[in-house]
T-cell receptor
Framework: DGGITQSPKYLFRKEGQNVTLSCEQN?????MYWYRQDPGQGLRLIYY???????QKGDIAEGYSVSREKKESFPLTVTSAQKNPTAFYLC???????????FGPGTRLTVL | GQQLNQSPQSMFIQEGEDVSMNCTSS?????WLWYKQEPGEGPVLLIA?????ELTSNGRLTAQFGITRKDSFLNISASIPSDVGIYFC???????????FGKGTRLSVIA
């Protein structure tokens, strides 16, 4: 079954701790994306990667970091520098050059 | 940055009613995408539009690419309870740039 997986579904962390969210896809897509969603808001782009070992900042990259060492994986680290990290995080992927993005089920991060 | 404005922000309808929502931009888009997000889940792609004036259906859903290329419309006919969710429009600014998303229309269906 092809798709995008994000784990865990729910994540709790103490303030000041870094936390890494997992995103894996077996769709053979070249491009991957991370979005943040807050209640009543649309999706805001954090980082994206169009090819392995390369990535670009989105609109709200401050306080976040990513890596793209493998085509299938695009982990997102929420650092302690992120002022308001509690949110729903969505990962997506797409074929290179295509606009249609396909989303994972999301990870809800709560920082206590 | 580029913004997409969706209206209405929310709507409550009776089961069986038809629904219309729209998405507008101040600049031209070459592609319009419509997604549905159910509570606690990731968005699912419903319809993609690629040409001005294009009308595309997916079951009870019909979407149109506006002639001016600055708007798009989504209609749902004979709504059912499982239509509940948030409907987002999205499109690329230009070329290979990532998508920009509207803030969504939240649909509630009263049985």
């Amino acid at each position: 079954d092809g798709g995008i997986t994000q784990s865990p579904k729910y994540l709790f962390r103490k303030e000041g701790q870094n936390v890494t969210l997992s995103c894996e896809q077996n769709l053979n897509h070249d491009a991957m994306y991370w979005y943040r969603q807050d209640p009543g808001q649309g999706l805001r782009l954090i980082y994206y990667s169009q090819i392995v070992n390369d990535f670009q900042k989105g609109d709200i990259a401050e306080g976040y970091s990513v890596s793209r060492e493998k085509k299938e994986s695009f982990p997102l680290t929420v650092t302690s520098a992120q002022k308001n990290p509690t949110a729903f995080y969505l990962c997506a992927s797409s074929i290179a050059g295509a606009h249609e993005q396909f989303f994972g089920p999301g990870t809800r991060l709560t920082v206590l | 940055g580029q913004q997409l404005n969706q209206s209405p922000q929310s709507m409550f309808i009776q089961e069986g009613e038809d629904v219309s929502m729209n998405c507008t931009s101040s600049s031209i888009f070459n592609t319009w995408l419509w997604y549905k997000q159910e509570p606690g889940e990731g968005p699912v792609l419903l319809i993609a539009l690629y040409k001005a004036g294009e009308l595309t259906s997916n079951g009870r859903l019909t979407a149109q690419f506006g002639i001016t290329r600055k708007d798009s419309f989504l209609n749902i006919s004979a709504s059912i309870p499982s239509d509940v969710g948030i409907y987002f429009c999205a499109g690329p600014n230009s070329g290979n740039t990532p998508l920009v998303f509207g803030k969504g229309t939240r649909l509630s269906v009263i049985a």
